[in-house]
């Protein structure tokens, strides 16, 4: 096996100010650059771990996508409540899911960033006035088209993973 320099970097993850700027890292005599974030198998890390840049590039794709269920979802195109929640889903949702292992990191903040993005698209699917409190936008989501908040959701995923990681070293024993 051999590393490619080109393609290698570091990062120093703390949570104080003070970084780690004098570590001189080399492989095969090269320097390995210092970068304050890292992109890894699409999931930017920030060297403070706060995950603040990743919920804004997560942000800014959900609201691209977004714009299209508020298109779909006027009258004209005669979609159901159903179809777009399933557009949600698979259009939102999914960047969301991917991102997953990483939410259980976040902070309360940026959770409640990311429940604003789907807010918004319940508003639009269920055509709720912009001025719907969050307890009920979460209620009829639930209701009328099955779904979870994001902590919800995020819990979800947890239990399902822990669950098949379980099931599955029980099996290897």
């Known amino acids: 096996m051999k590393i490619s320099v080109e393609k290698s970097c570091l990062v120093v993850f703390s949570r104080y100010k003070k970084e780690s700027d004098n570590l001189n890292l080399k492989i095969y005599g090269n320097i390995i650059v210092s970068q304050k974030e890292i992109k890894f198998l699409g999931i930017k890390f920030d060297s ?16 691209n996508r977004l ?8 009258k ?14 698979s259009l939102v949702g999914a960047i969301l899911i ?4 990483c ?12 429940q604003a993005i789907q807010n918004t698209a319940v508003r ?20 009328k088209i099955k779904l979870l ?8 995923l947890s239990e399902r993973y822990v669950g098949t990681r379980l099931s599955h070293s029980i099996q290897l024993v």
Not at 76 to 89: D, F, V
Not at 125 to 140: A, G, M, P, Q, R
Not at 149 to 156: H, K, M
Request: charged content about 25%.
């Open 98 to 101: 991917y991102s997953f292992p």
């Open 76 to 89: 004209k195109w005669g979609l159901n409540q159903n179809t777009l929640g399933n557009l949600y889903k």
């Open 124 to 143: 639009s699917i269920l055509k709720l006035k912009s001025d719907t409190s969050s307890n009920i936008v979460h209620h009829e989501a639930f209701n």
């Open 67 to 74: 714009d299209i269920i508020k298109i779909l979802s006027n």
């Open 48 to 63: 403070k771990l706060n995950f603040n840049i990743l919920v804004d590039e997560i942000k800014e794709r959900c609201n």
């Open 103 to 114: 939410l259980n990191s976040f902070s309360e903040n940026n959770i409640k960033k990311l």
């Open 149 to 156: 908040t994001v902590s919800n959701r995020l819990f979800e």
